[in-house]
């Protein structure tokens, strides 16, 4: 059984551009949840997708967003990048409505932002 | 919100000693994940535990839910447990994390 698979791996951008992360779950899992990890902040929640459907959403500004397609496939989105957006990005799958073995993660998406 | 600390924050040990982790959290949760982040970011998912123990081979992890805590014990430690160990606890589907010990077993 594949595990989740996040792409791509490492990225550099420059601040003000924009850039988009993607998160392929397990096969059979619905839910899909997107954290930042930070030196000073630790990992934080960002949101999570199930069906296609934004459930929640942590604290962060409007720049980061998200979607979720039909194959449970998510991709994130950050706008107008600034220095502080370099993180290592990373994400979860679960399962929903059948016996819960937790959230597994992706190896992350470690963005740099120059 | 639930708050989410480790102790200790530091762990520096010698190969084959044993250690035990202490993750402790403000209010009642759906559920506890240890994991272990490996050198290169990933989260390995160590211990599915909201309550009770649970062992697997040198680890074992006990999560006393009425008392909000959960224990990591790592026996007969090797290099290659080296890393940072997060505690998570689930509530409102979203996982809070504790903000890690930083384990180094040195040989």
């Known amino acids: 059984k594949a595990g989740v698979t996040q792409t791509p791996r490492y990225l550099i951008k420059t601040r003000g551009q924009q850039v988009t992360l993607s998160c392929s779950p397990i096969s059979g899992h619905r839910s899909v949840s997107w954290y930042q990890q930070t030196p000073g902040q630790g990992l934080q929640f960002l949101f999570e997708y199930f069906s296609e459907t934004q459930r929640n959403k942590g604290n962060f500004p409007g720049r980061f967003s998200g979607r979720q397609f039909s194959n449970s496939r998510s991709e994130m989105n950050v706008s107008t990048l600034e220095l502080g957006d370099s993180a290592l990005y990373l994400c979860?799958?679960?399962?929903?409505?059948?016996?819960?073995?937790?959230?597994?993660f992706g190896s992350g998406t470690r963005l740099t932002v120059v | 919100g639930i708050q989410v600390e480790q102790s200790p924050p530091d762990l520096i040990l010698q190969e084959g000693a044993n250690s035990t982790l202490r993750c402790n959290f403000s209010?009642?949760?759906?559920?506890l994940q240890w994991f272990h982040q490996n050198p290169w970011g990933q989260l390995i998912n160590l211990f599915y535990?909201?309550?009770g123990t649970k062992q697997n081979g040198r680890l074992s992890a006990t999560t006393v839910a009425t008392e909000r805590y959960s224990l990591l014990y790592i026996s007969s430690s090797q290099t290659t447990d080296s890393g940072v160990y997060f505690c998570a606890v689930e509530a409102s589907d979203k996982l809070i994390f504790g903000t890690g010990t930083r384990l180094q077993v040195f040989p």
């Open positions: 979860a799958s679960s399962q929903w409505g059948v016996a819960n073995y937790g959230y597994t």
């Open positions: 209010d009642s949760v759906n559920n």
């Open positions: 535990i909201p309550s």
